[in-house]
Structures are given as C-alpha cells and as structure tokens.
T-cell receptor, first 112, second 110 residues
C-alpha cells in the first residue's frame, strides 16, 4: 500500500510570491489534514478536508487556503509569502476522524 | 488551544522508564500520541477516547484522565528505538481538528 506522497519535497521562494503544495493520500482515505511545523511552534493545524469539504480550519491568515479534489488529493496554497512562512508543511490522511493519521514526508518551504 | 506537554526533554538509559504528560484546560474528546524521529514524518502510536481507557503499543502505554483533562504516555523498559520527539494531539470535540503540543524529546542512550 503506497503511503502519503507530497510534492514538491523542497521549495525556495521569495517574499511576495505564492506557492502551491500537493498531497496525495493513501488510497481509500478521504480525510486530509495539513499542518505547519516549525522549531518554535511545533505542529500547527492548518485545515482538514473530507470529501472535498473543509470541515475545520486553524488560526492562520486568509493567505493560507486549500482544497480537495474528488479523488481525495489535496492542495494548499499560500499567497503573498512572508519570511515567517518558512516551515515544513505536512499533510496527513486518515479514513475518518478521529483516527490514525498517516503523515507524508512533508514539503520544506524556504522563503527568502 | 495547544495542549501543554511536560517535560520538554528527557534523557534515559536503555531499560529505564519515563512518563510524558499532556494537559489541556478544555474538555477533551480524544488524545492522540505520535512519535517523530529526526528528519522523518510523525508516526501514529495510539488514540485514547474519553472514557479513561488505557492503550498500549509494544512497551509504550498511555492513559487518559477525563476529569483532569490529562493524558500520560508511559515508556517502559526503554529501548534505543524509542528515541525521538513525542507529540500529543488533542481534539476538544469531534470537530476534525487536532491541536498538538510542543513535543517532548526523548533520548535513550546505551
């Protein structure tokens, strides 16, 4: 069974640009959650999607958005990048919630 | 609201025991425990739903005290493979949002 995949694995952007990250969940998993991980803040919840619907959202500015497609693949977008957006972005999939979440390897975003 | 984990770090010798605590000021629906090794993604250990149940994973077990809104993770007879950062994640209700604590770094030495 293939695990959660995230692309790209590494990304370097400059302030003001926008970025789109992609997550493919484990086959059959319909719930996808996104997290931002930084050394100082730990794992911060961004949002959760199930069957193309956003069911909850964390305390992040509107520059952070996401969506889920009918095949459960998910994307998150960050517009007008700031230096503080540099982080590891993790997505996790599960069958339902609450349930065991399987994390992808993450996308390391560096904003210069 | 993020749960509070303690201690922030612990160093053990193989075979020693340790307890990691996770506390919330709000009523909880469930507590999740994950372990993340350096450079890797977090890996699921266990979920505890309200009801005070205790679960186990190898020689790692956990409890959930609903009255205190606190969960404890017990590392028994630690092995080198137990090294990593342990995160607790809490759900206040069945709202699909998992809030993680800052993590507890465990180092097990031979």
């Amino acid at each position: 069974k293939a695990g959660v995949t995230q692309t790209p694995r590494y990304l370097i952007k400059t302030r003001g640009q926008q970025v789109t990250l992609s997550c493919s969940p484990i086959s059959g998993h319909r719930s996808v959650s996104w997290y931002q991980q930084t050394p100082g803040q730990g794992l911060q919840f961004l949002f959760e999607y199930f069957s193309e619907t956003q069911r909850n959202k964390g305390n992040f500015p509107g520059r952070f958005s996401g969506r889920q497609f009918s095949n459960s693949r998910s994307e998150m977008n960050v517009s007008t990048l700031e230096l503080g957006d540099s982080a590891l972005y993790l997505c996790a999939s599960s069958l339902t919630s609450p349930n065991e979440q399987f994390f992808g390897p993450g996308t390391r975003l560096t904003v210069l | 609201q993020q749960p509070v984990q303690s201690p922030q770090a612990v160093i053990l010798r193989e075979g020693e025991d340790a307890v990691i605590n996770c506390s919330s000021s709000k009523a909880l629906y469930s507590v999740h425990w994950y372990r993340q090794k350096h450079g890797e993604a977090p890996v699921f250990l266990m979920i505890l739903l309200k009801g005070g149940e205790q679960k186990g994973h190898e020689k790692i077990s956990a409890s959930f005290n609903e009255k205190k809104q606190q969960s404890s993770l017990y590392l028994t007879a630690s092995q080198l493979s137990y090294s990593g950062t342990y995160f607790c994640g809490t759900q206040r209700s069945n709202d699909y949002k998992l809030s993680f604590g800052a993590g507890t770094t465990v180092t097990v030495r031979a």
